[in-house]
């Protein structure tokens, strides 16, 4: 289908953006990298009479060192974020979950910030920025505030940033030197996970000191598997420790049922999965 009429502007700043945003109300759209509005467009689901483009902006590209995290701009491409080196060896759990996320098209055209902000439950960016700790930050007509992972995502495609605010960038504690691994379950390649666990370990010699856990697709939004990170600290990292700890990975969810399996089902996942990220990333 051919999308409705609308109007179209690329701003060259945040401020501009702002401005756009404020002068066309609810009748707005922000732009990004498009593999998320593009096809609502074209299917005629959403059809604002304004569309801002961010992809003139700068300000909002690249990966930069920002003390104890690291900072990515929000229009900063999947693939750029997975090939970045300071985000290789500080938040590796990011750089494994990106060589997961669709296929080499739509990570070269994609947005980080994009995709964070359009908060798709099943999406494989929130679990890992959650278990990380990240914070996002978030420009609107009263200035730039920080937003905690945890109060970010507020529900299916919500999340914290308000209509009239722009994501411009998400901060990423520095996990230097921890374990990672993205365990993403599909039936067919490029597909969205049914179930996907995000895991990084810390280890103390053969214990595991911390651990990070984060789920994809168990919920309305991403979650973290608290009660697996708190059976987790001070265990041996062995298979057993981990089985046993990987039990408690369905606390607090309420996974979806549909075509690709019912709520039952992605709770076994979640188990299964919890426990071979947890693994891998322990190295055991």
């Known amino acids: 289908m051919i999308p409705a009429r609308f109007d179209y502007v690329a701003p060259a700043t945040v401020e501009e953006a702002l401005a756009a945003l404020a002068e066309h109300g609810d009748d707005a759209k922000l732009i990004a990298g498009g593999q998320s509005l593009l ?14 483009d961010l992809g003139r902006i700068e300000s909002l590209r690249g990966v930069s060192d920002d003390g104890d995290a690291i900072l990515v701009g929000a229009m900063t491409t999947h693939a750029e974020v997975g090939v970045d080196p300071l985000v290789a060896e500080h938040a590796a759990l990011v750089a494994k979950a990106i060589t ?20 798709d439950p099943a999406g494989d960016l929130g679990a890992p920025v959650l278990a990380l700790g990240g914070e996002f930050l978030v420009a609107g007509p009263g ?6 992972a945890d109060d970010f995502f507020v529900d299916y495609f919500t999340t914290a940033v308000g209509e ?9 504690p520095k996990h230097t030197g921890w374990g990672a691994h993205y ?9 969205w996970p049914i179930v996907a ?18 789920l994809t697709n168990m919920g309305s939004t991403p979650l973290r598997a608290r009660a697996v990170e708190e059976a987790l600290a001070g265990q041996p990292a062995t298979e ?32 299964v999965l919890t426990r071979r990220a947890v693994l891998t990333a322990a190295g055991v």
């Open 39 to 52: 096809p609502v467009l074209r299917m005629r689901l959403n059809a604002p009479e304004m569309v801002v």
């Open 100 to 119: 997961h996320l669709a296929d080499a098209q739509v990570r070269h055209r994609g947005t980080f910030g994009g995709a964070l902000a359009h908060a």
């Open 143 to 148: 200035g730039t505030r920080t937003v905690a």
């Open 164 to 172: 009239d605010e722009i994501l411009t960038g998400v901060r990423l």
């Open 183 to 191: 365990e993403k379950f599909v039936r067919i390649a490029h597909q």
């Open 197 to 214: 666990v995000a895991a990084a370990v810390r280890l103390d010699g053969d214990t595991i000191a911390e651990a990070r856990v984060g």
């Open 240 to 271: 057993d420790a981990v089985r046993r700890a990987a039990e408690l990975a369905v606390e607090g969810t309420n996974p979806p049922s549909d075509l690709n399996g019912d709520a039952d089902y992605r709770r076994h996942l979640a188990k």
